[in-house]
């Protein structure tokens, strides 16, 4: 009887732990672009982001202001799948969105003609998931670059 009650405890406790450790934070909400706090410089006058997220798919919707008005536009990925796609121009895209652990990654490669680029993108939440962090590693025909963006809840 004693066996069995230690089994059941610990079997409890297993499980907890491995869900757990399969959950992922939530990005979901409405992010605003603190344009002091990134590291980018932009003619934008404003920069935000709708996110929905599920456990296999993600809907970004864009938002920015500038000098010729709002504009908005949206991007579906589903997590954990490659995707491709063709720019308007013929250039080709692949891009998948995977867990790194509580972080959330983006790897695109675009062709060019004979030209290979290749951008990773890390989301990540600090500050009890207030923030919202995005750092960017860019190379490609024209040299590497990074840029780090920091949005807020609303």
């Known amino acids: 009887m004693r066996q069995r009650r230690i089994y059941i405890v610990c079997s409890v406790l297993l499980f907890t732990a ?4 399969q959950a ?7 992010w605003k672009q603190n344009m002091e706090k990134s590291g980018t410089k932009t003619s934008l006058k404003s920069y935000a982001n709708k996110i929905e997220i599920t456990d296999t798919s ?6 920015t202001v500038g000098d010729r008005g709002e504009r908005s536009y949206d991007r579906t990925y589903a997590i954990g799948k490659e995707e ?4 308007s121009d013929g250039d080709e895209f ?17 062709k060019e003609g004979d030209a290979v680029s290749t951008s990773k993108e890390v989301w990540t939440l600090s500050d009890g998931g207030k923030t919202l962090t995005k750092t960017i590693h860019r190379s490609g025909p024209r040299g590497e670059s990074d840029q780090k963006y920091v949005l807020e809840k609303q």
């Open 18 to 21: 491995l869900g757990w450790a």
């Open 24 to 30: 992922h934070p939530d990005f979901s909400g409405t």
């Open 58 to 63: 993600l809907k970004v919707t864009t938002i």
């Open 84 to 87: 491709k796609s063709k720019g």
């Open 94 to 110: 692949t891009t998948i969105v995977k867990w790194e652990s509580d972080t959330l990654v983006f790897t695109t490669t675009g």
